[in-house]
């Protein structure tokens, strides 16, 4: 299993225990059952993910991307659906002219990503399946957009009469966390995308016969490094005593710095590295 199907599949993993766990709470409350219904349709994008990045031959790996579309069509409607029964606006969902529209148009987008009109499968540089956007893929960000903005306004006149723990589970639904930490999380978001480019820099730095060792060598030190600054972190947390049963906030913040010079680091290196080959030519 390469390392992108195995994240695809941690990360649906989790998903999956999240949507189960808050079914378990009240499995007969409305809004409970939709959010596990939106998260199943995220883990069969997710699943249909990492089987995409297994699959052999192109005939799987369609047949795969086509189960994936139910899942990546249907979850902007059921979350739309799940927002307006836990802002209180279930009303809406009362009409048939409403599951018209709102499921009516998501297997629509289903059907016509099915054929290989929102997304279709490609082949990448180090021979394994993905998929890039289509022809008619604005179209599914039009829905996209259309559904989260309808989300956006339903939250929004939910809020102000909201008691506390509502107002941040609002915020959670509507951002992914509270306003403090969103340029954060945006930041994350923005350049944490940017660490699958290694892959494919490095298999451009050697022949092609030695490129799965490459890829198997980085991976292999991905997974020791992440242990060793996991266990590090942990060890320089507990230098600090105890005190009312939390762990101290200055062995928080030592952690995290000392995290954050070894991300520093290589991009000073870099720079020297650049600058030292500029002075050469």
């Not at 659906?81 to 606006?89: A, C, D, L």
């Not at 200055?250 to 010079?261: I, K």
Request: net charge positive; with cysteine.
């Amino acid at each position: 299993m390469n390392s992108e199907a195995l994240l695809s599949f941690l990360i649906t993993l989790a998903e999956f225990f999240l949507g189960f766990f808050v079914w378990l709470k009240n499995p007969k409350n409305e809004s409970h059952r939709l959010f596990f219904a939106f998260v199943a349709c995220l883990v069969l994008w997710g699943l249909s993910d990492a089987g995409l990045r297994l699959s052999e031959n192109r005939a799987a790996a369609e047949m795969v991307h086509k189960l994936g579309a139910i899942g990546f069509c249907l979850f902007p409607a059921v979350f739309l659906h799940f927002v307006s029964v836990y802002t209180g606006y279930g009303r809406l969902m009362n009409r048939s002219l409403s599951y018209v529209f709102l499921y009516g148009g998501a297997l629509a987008l289903t059907m016509f990503h099915t054929m290989g009109f929102i997304t279709e499968v490609t082949i990448t540089t180090n021979g394994i399946f993905s998929v890039s956007h289509a022809k008619g893929y604005d179209a599914y960000v039009v829905w996209i957009s259309l559904c989260c903005l309808i989300s956006a306004v339903l939250m929004v006149r939910r809020y102000p009469s909201s008691s506390l723990p509502e107002q941040k589970t609002l915020l959670l639904l509507a951002f992914g966390a509270q306003t403090g930490t969103l340029p954060l999380l945006f930041a994350l978001s923005l350049f944490g995308q940017v660490l699958p480019l290694i892959y494919s820099m490095l298999s451009k730095e050697f022949p092609l016969e030695l490129s799965g060792r490459v890829i198997s060598t980085l991976n292999f030190l991905v997974f020791l490094s992440a242990f060793a600054v996991q266990w590090g972190t942990g060890l320089i947390i507990n230098l600090w005593p105890v005190e009312a049963g939390r762990y101290a906030d200055a062995g928080y913040a030592t952690a995290f710095g000392a995290c954050f010079a070894l991300l520093l680091a290589p991009y000073v290196l870099l720079l020297l590295s650049r600058r030292a080959g500029a002075s050469r030519e």
